[in-house]
């Protein structure tokens, strides 16, 4: 019992004094969405926990304009600098290509991932969960992505 008092106590004492990630405040990224859908993606942050994320994608007959906004949570001191989370949500608007005819495309998202900041070099690294609720049409709820982004204006 005492062993796991004193191991607790040392995990709160090297959690406290790890780094933390440099501030998110202002970052700009910019890059490729690898899944569903695919596309293109970018991504502001207005404070270190809040960000607004944009997904121009094309999958399976239908091209989407996404946007999100997220809430995004430091994992370094557990893990490792520049390891995060975040969860938040979002709408969509688009076409669909149904039998040959065009269909408006509208609804709501959802999104989960984890994050990873590249501490020498201006990458960021994600891989989420965007399940998409159509109005109107059948839902993608399955829909994982990998995305790699350029941070722009980050020193290295």
Request: hydrophobic content about 40%; charged content about 15%; aromatic content about 14%.
């Amino acid at each position: 019992m005492n062993k796991s008092i004193i191991y607790a106590m040392i995990l709160l004492c090297m959690a406290g004094s790890a780094s933390a990630q440099q501030s998110l405040k202002g970052q700009k990224e910019a890059g490729i969405r690898l899944g569903l859908p695919l596309g293109v993606t970018g991504r502001y942050f207005f404070t270190d926990k809040s960000a607004a994320e944009g997904i121009v994608g094309l999958y399976n007959r239908t091209f989407t304009v996404t946007a999100l906004y997220q809430y995004h949570f430091d994992l370094s001191a557990l893990t490792m600098d520049g390891f995060g989370w975040y969860a938040g949500g979002g709408a969509h608007l688009g076409t669909r290509d149904i039998d040959g005819s065009y269909k408006f495309l509208g609804g709501i998202d959802g999104v989960a991932g984890i994050n990873y900041n590249f501490g020498p070099i201006p990458l960021n690294l994600s891989l989420d969960w965007k399940p998409a609720i159509h109005f109107g049409q059948s839902s993608d709820l399955a829909d994982f992505a990998v995305s790699a982004r350029y941070i722009f204006g980050r020193s290295k």
